[in-house]
């Protein structure tokens, strides 16, 4: 597959002019490496997942650093962040030099408190998602956004395999002591199956055998490595009680379907997952849109115990609210716009914009007014105006 630029390149590139360091995060294989060393082609690159450079990094940081000529990019930084002190004092000797330090890592949760330690103020930190559907049209239901999936789609199975246990040796092992990756990986196909549901850690820890407290102990693994969304709930005051629990999703669809044991795209059609897949595309179509821009992640969904629900709220331009309804069917109809007008009438501020989003169909508009006040677009259309959203 020919390169294919990202959207977050121009605010990375932006970045190393207003910072001395750049910490590029994200879920491994999401393309970090790749984006750097290819808008950096003349900076120095070390990987710190060699176990020998991460011997000397601990021997001797200084002599190491002493080696390197800045601008240096260091790939999976987690490996050895006590390398970031050691760069902090440099940075200080010399703060007007601005792009010199360049990292990515891909256990996010832990990596931001080394930041937050170490960096503050001297390090522009940015999230690299998979492929959005707004770089690609490659990117789907089925597939996902990983780049070596898009590239070879007929190794998908194989390539994801591969991906959980690598995953499961390198990240989960480096984050917690879990001792039975067996149960880990039924507990990965489990979250699978909740894609799209409120989160409720006894139903996750009963059919393991585990505690409620290992299950929230490694959905902070997933959620730290970026592989789950947690879409928190909306607590503005509504004057009703709300369910105060998040929603749980995947972060890649490919990932979650191949997790959902589903290989085709005639078994996607008939899944009954299909529903919360799609949902989950549009939420991470959501926060990559965010992402990508440098912006900070604002996503939410509303249920009150009365039973009305709304997928998404997200905070658009000049503070308007989006009221956002995700339905896999190419065939809306009004009734699909009636949890959005209940939720608008509680509004303090009315003037939401409020959105039923849906699969593209070969031979019906992709956009159209379902009822006054409510519009129907399709995935690609929706995508098109959280991007061009100022």
Same mark, same amino acid.
């Given at each position: ?21 750049? @910490? ?56 050895? *962040? ?76 194989? #390539? ?17 002591? @879990? ?38 102990? #490694? ?13 928190? *709930? ?15 999703? #995947? ?131 929706? @995508? ?7």
């Amino acid at each position: 597959m020919r390169f294919i630029s990202r959207t977050l390149a121009h605010v990375l590139r932006r970045a190393t002019r207003d910072f001395p360091a750049v @910490v590029v995060t994200g879920p491994r294989r999401a393309g970090k490496t790749t984006l750097l060393r290819r808008l950096f082609p003349n900076a120095q690159y070390v990987l710190l997942e060699d176990p020998d450079i991460r011997a000397r990094v601990r021997a001797d940081p200084r002599g190491f650093l002493d080696q390197l000529r800045p601008p240096v990019v260091f790939d999976e930084i987690q490996n050895t *962040p006590e390398l970031l002190d050691y760069v902090r004092t440099r940075i200080d000797l010399g703060p007007r030099h601005m792009g010199q330090w360049l990292f990515t890592g891909s256990q996010e949760a832990p990596l931001m408190r080394g930041i937050s330690e170490s960096m503050a103020g001297r390090a522009a930190i940015l999230q690299l998602l998979p492929f959005s559907f707004a770089e690609t049209p490659k990117v789907d239901l089925l597939h996902g956004g990983f780049p070596e999936v898009l590239a070879r789609p007929k190794h998908r199975n194989l #390539w994801f395999a591969s991906y959980l246990q690598t995953y499961l040796e390198r990240d989960v092992r480096a984050i917690t002591n @879990v001792r039975d990756l067996v149960t880990f990986r039924r507990f990965l196909a489990l979250v699978a199956s909740r894609h799209g549901q409120v989160l409720n850690k006894t139903d996750l820890a009963a059919p393991l055998g585990v505690s409620v407290p290992t299950i929230g102990e #490694w959905l902070q693994v997933l959620e730290a490595t970026g592989q789950i969304i947690l879409v928190a *709930p909306y607590f503005e005051n509504f004057g009703k009680r709300l369910i105060k629990s998040p929603k749980v999703y #995947w972060g890649d669809s490919g990932l979650a379907c191949y997790l959902l044991g589903l290989t085709s795209a005639a078994e996607l059609e008939r899944s009954p997952f299909l529903g919360a897949l799609f949902e989950g595309f549009v939420a991470a179509e959501i926060l990559k849109s965010q992402s990508n821009r440098g912006m900070r992640k604002g996503l939410y969904y509303f249920r009150d115990q009365q039973g009305l629900e709304v997928d998404f709220l997200v905070p658009g331009p000049q503070g308007r609210l989006w009221l956002v309804e995700a339905k896999a069917t190419k065939t809306v109809r009004p009734a699909m716009a009636s949890p959005l007008l209940s939720l608008r009438r509680s509004l303090p501020d009315q003037s939401a914009r409020l959105v039923v989003v849906h699969r593209k169909s070969r031979s019906e508009p992709t956009t159209a007014a379902l009822t006054p006040g409510v519009e129907a677009l399709d995935v690609e259309n929706f @995508v098109a105006d959280l991007n061009s959203a100022k």
